[in-house]
């Protein structure tokens, strides 16, 4: 019975569907926020993969001159 009652503080099933226009709408958004700013991590993670190859490439032929 405790749990039934606990249980039911967090659920709601609105009659008037209209309700879920803005989570439909918020959830929209912060999709595709999070797509964009996984999209910017994988790029910026294969350009940093890139500089690092080429900078172990430099040190493995034993190159002096290293651009900082």
Do not use: H
Request: aromatic share 18%.
């Amino acid at each position: 019975m405790f749990q039934w009652t606990i249980l039911s503080l967090f659920l709601y099933f609105p009659e008037d569907k209209t309700e879920y226009i803005p989570a439909a709408f918020s959830f929209a958004v912060f999709l595709i926020l999070c797509i964009f700013t996984f999209r910017f991590i994988v790029k910026k993670s294969r350009k940093d993969a890139e500089k690092a190859k080429e900078l172990e490439d430099r040190i493995l032929n034993g190159e002096k001159n290293v651009d900082q």
